[in-house]
């Protein structure tokens, strides 16, 4: 860990960023470079907050289940028979076994190393050869179970169990998302990545408007005019509207494949896309008629694994031609994603010089500058 002289230049640092965007500083290159940072983050921030662990339609039925990591931390969530959601440590009572890998459907949760048995509520209900010992009692042994809860669509987990409830741990979240009705939304596509680069800068680049001209020029730049500023909201998130030309969903060349806007939607929703970040770990985009997000899970400081889920609403993903025309969106979100991780990945290189200092945010991104000053209080006070 940190030296104490080294630990209050980085507090010294980070109260140079400031609520006030002309004068705020970037966050310190250590933020995403020093693995002692890691550390803090996931054992303060990632266990104490309403942490983003996919769309709740995911999961479709009793068994559906899916395996992921937060930190160290191996997590399964599930469909129980009730048709709740749970999610479990992915560490067996017995000796410890990660239980289930990768996604699936199952009955039962069964240990692969000496057959200890749960049911979708966690509760264990069977164990080889264990008769002999009349003490030893099934329920003292069920899966540690984590906190979750939903919103607008949205499964959030708190690891920890501290954290304020849900809804006012997201504020005004669904007030400012009310429009676009997001729990009607349908997943189509979900995928699986990783990246070399911090889980921040991850989320930072698809929430700023500055690169725009420069990392995608000929693809995405035409499709956005200045925005708007960030909305004014309470909440540990940050969001901003902006009108674009023709649709965001789609390239400049591929407006003709445009699917139906979601029917409630009106005036200026129509013709813009709206860009929100939910601290930590979550960010999506929903233009009149589609949403694409991202889930960031770090992994180590310069690598992450991205979670990316694409959602249309429920009526076009009914029409005949859906497959094709989603075709032509998933492309546009595939070739900005290839745009930016090239740069991605040079900034971290960039980042990790000892020698990498703390820039000054632009009037182009406020979203990020949010963050940076949410996430400057939370470590500040952490550390
Ligand atoms: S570690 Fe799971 S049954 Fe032994
Ligand atoms: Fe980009």
Redo the contacts with the bound molecule.
Sequence with gaps: MHQHSSLSRLNEKLSRVSQNLRKSATLPPQCYADESIIEVELARLFDQSWISVGRTDRWTSSGSYSTLNIGTTPIIIIRNNDNDLKAFANS?R????T?LQGDGDCKKIR?P????TYDLNGKLIFTPRMECDENFQHSDYPLIEFRLDTSDGFLFINMDGSAPDLTSWLGDFSKTMLPWDMRSLASTRVREFDVDCNWKTFIEVFNEYYHLPYVHPSSLNWLYPEPDGTDDVEGNFTSQFGETNGNAGLLPEDQNHALPSAPQLKGRELNGTRYTWVYPNLTFATAPDTMWMYETFPIAANKTRIIQTICFPKQSVEADDFETKAQHYYNRFDEALAEDIPFLEQQQKGLSSKYAQQGQFSVLEPSVANFAYWYANKVKDLI
């Design positions: 067996c017995h000796r410890g076994s239980l240990c190393f000496h057959c200890w």
